[in-house]
């Protein structure tokens, strides 16, 4: 099936002429929608060579350039109808599923933002020689003036340097291998469903392109604009090819527009090994071995970390050494080693704590980044007289991200082949082992036998089938991003839900952007729950930040972590400001709610130990409160819970006392990490629990009822009136503070749910009033001098907390401060 000449009759079936560059440069091509490795570069006419070769260099700028901004209006209008037919899909009549929504549009809005990037990068380059250029044609001097503004224009246009805009766009180029994959499926689905659907078939065959300065609008066919990025690839080796003849080898551009040339040529050759089946070898169920994904990954071996380059097939999982090559030549793989993913088992887990000279290494590398980032900065200040310690410091900062990448992993995913072989990946990123995982569990499901591969041959060819063209270096992908963000990312996550059984969950929270900083963090574990919940805030101090990771992680009892759902959403440094936006995430079958607020600022240097998490125990509960951005202290919402989930049967509770030591571990982990704390309450045995919620209370510096309320309390219980006592001591709890009374009344609701189970428990109000009183209310302090009765004032504060358990009216309490901004709730739909 020829569907690039379908592409083209769709053009000629509207009255559109179509290119005959494109008719003879494919006219030969039937298997390959891309030029083979051997093409043969076609010279400019003789007659359009200026005698200048920098001229006729900045003249192939200008001209890709306008060629750069209609493809963009192309991809524009590509993705025009794309918003219309996602809401479709979710209505009773869709135009397309939502499987043939993301077929259809694969791979394009990520082609639209690499380009639209690429194309400003470039006209901001290109701007300064165009205006010169029309000066100079505009002003009407002698010859010997108009000689010298040639010379000024050769110099200018010597100067001009794009080859480094080239690279970043070419290190990118591995977006186009997914969208070539998937093109013909794409063309079919927009065939079969404009054969189907009346309305579909209108929208395919009258797609509107505002093609130029004037406004004037071309039409064009929806397989019409899918074939665009294909022709885009092949001409835009060919642009390269021209400015790297017309850029003299001592220009600065030289190296770089050489190596673009060659990751172009590379990619190109890999698509057509891939269209040839030159590599391919036929497997079991007449599936043939494929490329699916690759990409650099730190691998142990003996207990050393070094980062190679993984690529996963059809059948299996290669792993290879990558050597960079220089001056335009080719990069060299060394095969490591190779796994089948027939009956290959996986196992994932994170490191609990980094050794400690892991620790100080990393603590060194971060330290020497953010000092070379400080200098690269002013370096970048002072102007191009300042070009070669520029390209040093990016040199040193490539070299010491490299390190931190090799060294800086805590995720281990496991490989254990049936031949008793087994590997270790390491990963920085819970969302990229993630992705790792499901796609090798994907092919390990469908059991495909291995066929013995020629490794030679495989490892040969890593080269020309990457999509991965280099490590995901900070210093060389963002540049001078000026979208992404620098200050603390807060992020609240409040609950869960659409899980499909209980299970305990916790939520990680991850930024990209330069790794000064840990760029992770994570929840405590709920309690077993189908709508988990935590309102516990998480911040984030990030440096050149322009997307956020969310994923949500099941425990399950004697099994590994699950990821229950994951999503990246893109971080927009207009809309994010010191107000908290609410906001739903969809990761698959779960929704997080959650709410982010973002506050720039400049970062200090990397700490050399982590942050220490401030202690809990002995502090009054309103700074406990602040730090903690709620209004119940989590230490107090966790033993609740877990007190609620296997202890309100159990004969004594909170009047039988827990190991005392256990006791004071568990207050020990609560002042120093929360997460950690919870792990262990979840094991810890239930009087324990009970112990350290009697303990924290005990140990408030104030208790829960301020002390110069107390007589105010006794004088009410004093009262005859029932209705007015009721009355007076409710509305008491408003003038304490809002940690206080909230924090209060969680206890009571509480302590009331553990009452309703004293047939089993043994606990009645008047037990709970007698183990809890003395802690929350407390006389003030007396005098010297001065008599007290020490037992009425027990009775005083047994009887006040005996008074509010027995109230069925009570307000219920508000567990965490509102995040919630003047705008209305945002859902994004991932």
Sequence with gaps: MDVYQDAVDYLDSGHIAADPDILDEYASSVHSPLQTESMDFPEAPECCIPEEPMERRLLVLKGFLESEELYLRELEALLMPMKALWASAGTSQPVLSSQQVHTVFYQVPELRDMHQTFYSALKARLSPHCSTERASLGEDSSLESKSGEKAETRHSGFELMVGDVFLKMMSHIGVYGGFIQNYEEAVAVVRKCTQADPRFRTLAQSMMLNSGPDKARTTYTFEALLYKPLDRLTKTTLVLHDLVKTTPEEHKDYTALQEALRLSRSFLAGVNERSHCKWEVTLSHGMRRQLMRDGFVVDTCEGHRNLRHVFLYTDLLLCTKFKAATKGRQDQYRFCWFLPLAGLKLHWFADQERPPDIQLRLYTIKTKLYLLRQQLQQHEKVGSRSSVLRHRSRKKMEQLELMLLTYSPVYRLELHSPSDKSHCLLFSSLYELEEW??????????????????????????????????????????????????????????????????????????????????????????????????????????????????????????????????????????????????????????????????????????????????????????????????????????????????????????????????????????????????????????????????????????????????????????????????????????????????????????????????????????????????????????????????????????????????????????????HDSDDDEDTTHV
């Design 437 to 818: 995982r499901d796609a090798i569990y994907k092919l390990t499901t469908d059991t495909i036998e291995t066929i013995p591969p020629d490794l030679l041959t495989l490892t040969g060819a890593c080269a020309k089938l990457r999509m991965t063209q280099q490590p995901p270096l900070q210093t060389t992908n963002t540049g001078e991003d000026k979208e992404s963000l620098c200050g603390t990312l807060s992020v609240a996550i409040h609950s869960a839900c659409g899980l499909q059984q209980p299970a305990c969950v916790y939520v990680c929270v991850e930024a990209d952007g330069y790794e000064f900083h840990d760029k992770q963090a994570q929840t405590h574990s709920s309690v077993l729950s189908m709508n988990p919940h935590w309102d516990q805030e998480l911040n984030l101090q990030v440096d050149g930040a322009q997307n956020l990771r969310v994923l949500c992680v099941g425990q399950y009892d004697g099994q590994e972590d699950t990821v229950l759902g994951k999503v990246s959403t893109q971080l927009d440094c207009q809309t994010l400001t010191n107000r908290w936006r609410r906001q739903t995430l969809h990761l698959g079958q779960v929704d997080v709610n959650l709410s982010i607020k973002y506050c720039p600022h400049p970062l200090a240097p990397p700490s050399h130990t982590p942050q220490q998490q401030p202690p809990v125990f002995g502090v009054p509960i309103g700074t406990v409160a602040q730090q903690e951005g709620v209004l119940v202290p989590h230490v107090v919402r966790c033993c609740v819970e877990e007190v609620e989930r296997r202890g309100m049967d159990e004969v004594g509770i909170y009047r039988v006392s827990g190991v005392a030591s256990d006791i004071n571990t568990l207050k020990s982990a609560f002042n120093n990490n929360l997460r950690e704390a919870v792990t262990k309450l979840r094991s810890a045995g239930v009087n324990v629990v009970a112990g350290v919620l009697k303990l924290y209370f005990r140990e408030l510096p104030e208790p829960l009822i301020p002390a110069e309320l107390f007589q105010n309390l006794s004088r009410t219980l004093d009262s005859q009136d029932l209705n007015s006592r009721l009355v007076s001591v409710v509305s008491l709890l408003q003038d304490i503070p809002a940690p206080n009374r909230n924090t209060f009344l969680y206890l009571l609701h509480h302590l009331q749910r553990v009452s309703e189970r004293q047939h089993i428990n043994k606990m009645s109000l008047i037990n709970l009033a007698t183990v809890f009183g003395p802690s929350l209310v407390r006389p003030p302090v007396v005098q010297s001098g001065l008599s007290v009765n020490i037992s009425q004032e027990v009775i005083v504060q047994v009887q006040v907390v005996f008074f509010y358990l027995q109230c069925n009216n009570l307000p219920e309490a508000q567990t965490s401060l509102s």
